[in-house]
């Protein structure tokens, strides 16, 4: 009871605003109830598909010495480290990018600093280090602390070459009825808000592949897809993106007291080139 009214006092769309990559950390613990308070939340958000997930706390300074952890320096100064463990199977990434932006969320209503971290780590490390079993993954991690004023230089030119600052304008990411029409901000209503909060959201790279159709009261997601992402990981890094918007758009709409399904609708759109449907928002 105590946790839901915590939870539940917590405004999202301010966190979501607030939240920015953070590679440079100050050398100073994450208190233990913060920690816990984390795990705490983890577990209460559902994830949109059925997978099976979970959320582990790594501390460099208190793994065996012989796993090497590390983010090939992209993140400075942090030693606590949240883990996304999940099991292999469909629509994992879309669940994943769901939950652990809900998870980043909350961290950043604690103040606390996040990076998203799903190339730049030492995997195997990390899968040592977690104990994984055979059909596990660890797609994703975060760091987490209070952030350095001053920023190393890698974090710098991590955020400079990605063009974090920088976000896509509506006529490229939402549609009207079909890919011909961008959708105009006052024309989506309502949802206005759950849209603008999609645009804001992170993704790999900052490559914002989503693209949003509304129809009436359904929001048809789709997935831009960048080629060259499909060669690098073993997992499709921008399904997550989709899930993170997923996570975006409904936390708004519930926020603004808005309810809604998640649906496989299948629009029979005819789609731009490598634009695939993911899934579609019903509001009820
Ligand atoms: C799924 C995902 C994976 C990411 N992987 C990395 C990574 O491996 N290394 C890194 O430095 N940043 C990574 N990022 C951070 C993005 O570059 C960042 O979110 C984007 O540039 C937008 O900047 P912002 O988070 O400051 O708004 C990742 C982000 C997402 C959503």
Not at 12 to 25: G, H, N, Q, V
Not at 78 to 90: D, F, G, L, Q, W
Not at 210 to 218: A, E, G
Not at 263 to 277: A, H, I, Q, S, W
């Amino acid at each position: 009871m105590f946790l839901g009214r915590c939870i539940r006092e917590v405004n999202m769309r301010d966190a979501m605003l607030k939240r920015k990559s953070i590679r440079t950390y100050k050398d100073e613990a994450v208190p233990q109830d913060l920690r816990q308070k984390i795990i705490n939340y983890a577990y209460t958000v559902k994830a949109p598909f059925n997978t099976k997930m979970r959320f582990q706390i790594v501390d460099l300074n208190n793994t065996s010495p012989d796993i090497k952890l590390g983010t090939y320096r992209v993140i400075r100064g942090a030693t606590t480290y949240i883990c996304a463990v999940t099991r292999k199977e469909s629509r994992m990434e879309e669940s994943l990018g769901y939950v652990f932006e809900n998870i980043i969320l909350y961290a950043t209503s604690l103040s606390l600093g996040t990076c998203w971290l799903g190339g730049t780590f030492n995997k195997t490390e990390f899968v040592k280090a977690l104990n994984l079993s055979e059909d596990e993954c660890v797609p994703v991690i975060t760091p987490i602390g209070y952030s350095k004023d001053k920023r190393s230089l890698v974090d710098t030119i991590m955020a400079a070459a990605a063009g974090s600052r920088n976000r896509k304008d509506w006529t490229e990411l939402f549609f009207d009825k079909d890919f011909s029409k961008p959708l105009k901000k006052e024309e989506a209503g309502i949802f206005s808000e759950c849209l603008e909060m999609v645009r804001v959201a992170p993704s790999a790279s900052n490559r914002q592949p989503w693209r949003i159709v509304k129809d009436r009261n359904n929001f048809h997601f789709f997935l831009c897809r960048n080629k060259l992402y499909g060669k690098i990981l073993d997992f499709d890094i921008q399904k997550v993106d989709i899930g993170i918007a997923m996570c975006h758009f409904e936390l708004t709409a519930r926020e603004l007291g808005i309810s809604g399904i998640w649906r496989d609708m299948k629009p029979g759109l005819t789609c731009p080139k490598n634009v695939e449907y993911i899934i579609s928002y019903a509001a009820q």
